[in-house]
């Protein structure tokens, strides 16, 4: 057989080297810590950077929220305020509505002055119409806040687009509360344009209604006093303004009714002797009544008169007359006898003077005071009380 591989020949090593058979050590891997150093810096980095953001985010929202909160504070303020300004404008708004149309007005108001008030109150009720929309605007709460920074980037534009919303409503209220001012001043410069020319007018229109009942023309009085004492239009303005208006109707309706009792052929002669009464006592309120016989007095010639006053309330009596004092009118008779009971009428203006305890004294002044008045007919009151003393003539001689 033939000589094998096996059986014979040479046979070659592993490896060819003279080195020792020890095993090469591996040589370190430096790429792997580098790339895992670079990795964990990296990874820091983005740490950090979401961390600032984070906190950025934070101070962002938070300073926005705190604007917003600010402005949310001072602009819900200024809208409670401006809500009372509405009520108060209406409240005006609505006191002078009753001015303008409160019913019958006897004492007129010229037609412009009128009208300003009317447009006045036009004016007023639309200004306080939008004001109640620019009150009604929402003035949202800043809510829950947002945990992560892209929500509170988020948040945080909203906040800035709210603030400016907040910061135009603020502009918008002062605009209504400037406009509010403005209508309510007008308001009550016209209103009280009304009221007061109707309580300055009450004295003319007392004049022209010399025949009404003392009562009515004491409140026609009262009524016009409080009338031009108003200083603004409120309830209270409008309640004396419509007082004023009441009581002068209630002056038409009393001498209507007195006139209605004085009506006939003596009527006006009644009148002319009223007049004449008037004119001895002015600034004494005097109510006439008329009748056949007064104080047992009236008829075959004879002529009555009767005179009642109040201490208590000083400015006012009424007189008595018996129908043939008219009829015997503008005879001295007639009007001696009517300064006697005139004399008894001025006395409220005069207590002091006399002695009024006994009923000759007070008769003695009113004779008294007719003399003084250069009306020297006995039927003055001497032929029924006799002559007066001098001092008391001296002393009703200072009593106009």
Not at 388 to 397: G, H, K, L, R, V
Request: with cysteine; charged share 20%; hydrophobic share 45%.
């Amino acid at each position: 057989m033939g000589q094998t591989l096996r059986d014979g020949g040479h046979q070659l090593p592993v490896q060819f080297s003279a080195a020792s058979s020890a095993p090469v050590p591996t040589p370190p891997r430096r790429s792997t810590r580098t790339g895992l150093l670079l990795g964990l810096l990296g990874g820091a980095a983005v740490i950090a950077a979401l961390a600032i953001t984070q906190v950025t985010s934070n101070l962002g929202y938070d300073s926005a929220a705190s604007q917003y909160e600010s402005a949310a504070e001072t602009t819900s303020s200024a809208k409670a305020q401006v809500r009372d300004d509405i009520a108060d404008l209406r409240a005006a708004t609505d006191a002078a509505g009753r001015v303008i149309s409160g019913g019958n007005q006897p004492i007129a108001v010229p037609d412009d002055v009128h009208a300003r008030l009317a447009s006045a109150v036009e004016d007023s009720t639309a200004t306080a119409s939008d004001a109640d929309g620019v009150v009604a605007t929402d003035i949202p709460a800043v809510g829950t806040k947002p945990g992560w920074f892209w929500e509170l980037f988020g948040a945080t534009s909203e906040l800035d687009e709210r603030l400016r919303d907040v910061d135009a409503l603020a502009d918008e209220l002062v605009d209504a509360s400037t406009d509010i001012e403005d209508a309510r001043a007008t308001v009550t410069e016209s209103g009280l344009a009304v009221i007061t020319t109707a309580g300055e007018a009450a004295p003319g229109f007392e004049g022209a209604h010399l025949s009404a009942r003392t009562e009515t023309v004491i409140a026609l009085r009262d009524a016009a006093a409080e009338a031009t004492a108003a200083t603004a239009v409120d309830e209270d303005a409008a309640t004396a303004y419509l007082a004023l208006q009441d009581a002068a109707a209630q002056v038409i309706a009393t001498e209507n009714e007195e006139l209605a009792e004085k009506a006939g052929p003596l009527l006006d002669t009644r009148l002319d002797i009223e007049a004449f009464a008037r004119s001895l006592a002015p600034g004494v309120l005097l109510d006439f009544d008329w009748a056949p016989v007064v104080s047992g007095a009236g008829y075959n010639g004879s002529m009555g008169g009767y005179t009642t006053w109040w201490w208590g309330e000083k400015g006012r009596a009424t007189i008595a007359l018996s129908n043939s004092v008219a009829e015997q009118w503008p005879g001295v008779r007639s009007k001696a006898l009517v300064a006697h009971e005139v004399g008894h009428a001025i006395s409220v203006k005069c207590q002091s003077m006399y002695d009024s305890s006994t009923q000759d004294s007070i008769e003695k002044w009113a004779t008294a005071w007719a003399i003084s008045m250069g009306y020297t007919d006995d039927a003055n009151g001497v032929w029924a009380y006799g002559y007066p003393p001098q001092n008391y003539i001296d002393a009703a001689a200072g009593c106009r």
